[in-house]
């Protein structure tokens, strides 16, 4: 809260946030490796999910079979920054037990015959008791939905870039683009970063934003003409803001 108030009370004396490019929202779709609408055929994060697919599974609903979209759209890499391990890797194990609970399940003559109206719901969609066995059994065996994620990746020499520590640096975004890779981010660990009890003068990047930092920047400098917030400081309101 203290922080937040002198963020506030820093621009009514002329400084500026280090950049105006603000964190992006991704959705990570968690998919199962063994449903079908899986191309890799291996657990991963898809970039958009079809929530129309949650009508072939009600009884009831019938909606056309043209809005049955089996493309997910490109694999997402997301990986923890400071080990590099995919972030849902510690909890496939226990995924992976609910979806053969649930096989198992549908293979007992109890599980056949709670199966039986759903499969005969969706036989208008064209696909085959088979491959709704398997799409049901991944996704309701402890759900594609337990395990998605959204995140929120900060912009280079965007709000959270420069000075690690500077009050008016942004502290929201909680991942980072990996270089060189589409669709690949490293995720930033909760507490990681914090908000700044200081007020910096220079745009250089410095702590998780600096070019040591491992495995790379995060944000990196701030923007052009940003980040010398100490500079930027004119208690006047007689005149317009000034570097000093």
Known sequence: WDRGVAHELFHSVGVDHHGERQ???VCCYFQSGGIPTNPTGRPRYATYWDEESFNF???????AKEQLNEERGPTIV???EDSRRDVFEDDLPEYERKVAELRAYHETEEGKAAL????????????????WTRYINATWGGGDMDMNRVIWVGRKNGTDSGNDLCVMKYYFADAYRIDGQADA?????PGAVQAGREICRSPVGTDGNAPAHPPQSRFGDAAAGRGNCFAEICPNDAIPPRAL
Request: aromatic letters at 12%.
């Open 116 to 131: 039986a109206p759903h499969l005969a719901n969706l036989a208008h969609t064209g696909k085959g008791a088979a491959w």
């Open 78 to 80: 997301l990986r923890w």
């Open 57 to 63: 599974m009600r009884v009831g609903g019938q909606p």
């Open 23 to 25: 964190r992006e929202k």
């Open 185 to 189: 981010y490293y995720l930033i660990r």
